[in-house]
């Protein structure tokens, strides 16, 4: 199909079609005639992908670029594809010194982890992320520990596990793999917030008069 | 103290204290000489709770003062109050016509709340969020109803009922309520998406050779 064609089946304007070919986050159509090309399906798909990240993940390019780079790397192994595409979809870590409290929670989240008994890398953004919720309630005078995020571990443990019971199996498709990886991260954590706000909400209902 | 005192304290740049002040966001201290004032811990705790919204959040300005105006409002009703903090929370919904496909989806995630029985209203934000996850599958090719979302929202409504068995009484000072559901909503659905990450990766390295 013609540009025009691929804009109209994607809901993505033509001059962002154009700006996402410039930026090589599309890959380019077949060249048709000296000002034109040919996209097909995969051109579609991949600009419903970007908008997903753009639009549900508000992502900037800057962050989208990685992700795309990794689902069009043939050289890498799965799982260290499917790993670099989840640390690129991570929140950017905040910046500057690490203040003594952030080290301590960091040692204390280290601890709680491996309590946990689970695998994850010591450079995993998470791992800091979940510092810095420990910290800001201890900088708001709560005195806690890790194990106040004890049953969010337990619902982030039963649902990982149900993820990957109906993901796509260990010798799918790498494209496939990686961009359930990527919806995964982004659309269904997504909808996790909703819902837990939604329950909030019940939950608040329920106690008011 | 002096606002030199408050800024060593709490880890804030005079500067961006003063521009706090400014803004509203932070109430002003007692005046003690023509160019100085005196700040307590209540001024202490308040700039805490803007980083927490900033850095924890990224909440810009603009999202943090209604909140902020929410907790120094005396006149709503803590129940009214602590909805419109939540919404304030909320992500942005995207702007511009509602595709045809979207209303589809608002209809079917407005048929799988009423299935959870849970007591949510009409105009929560996030109804739309949900909506916008479930199109979000189906435009990359997903054949899929509200009820992939089952697993997120079992573990959503669980969470939600240990928070409030762990939160302050109702009646508790609105104050301490407020604060309650802002470091829920933020610190903790943030503790709540690094424990996810943590636990898909857990996961992916479970079923790796």
Known sequence: MRISELSEATG???PTVKYYLREGLLM????TASNQADYGPDHAHRLRLIRVLRDVGRLGIE????VLAGLDD?????????????????PPAEQGPVAADLALARADVDRFVDELGWVVNDGAPA???????LVSLRRLGRDVGPE???????AAGRIAASEFRTGPPADAP??????????GTVVFESALRALLRMAQ????ALRSP
């Open 12 to 14: 993505v304007p033509v």
């Open 28 to 31: 380019p159509g077949t060249r």
């Open 63 to 66: 962050r989208i670029r990685p």
């Open 74 to 90: 043939g050289s890498l192994p799965t799982h260290r594809l499917l790993g670099m595409v989840a640390y690129a979809l991570a």
């Open 127 to 133: 791992r800091r992320a979940l510092a810095d919720a």
């Open 148 to 154: 106040v995020f004890v049953p969010y571990a337990k």
């Open 174 to 183: 790498r494209d496939e793999q990686v961009e359930w990886v990527v919806v």
């Open 201 to 204: 909400e019940h939950q608040s």
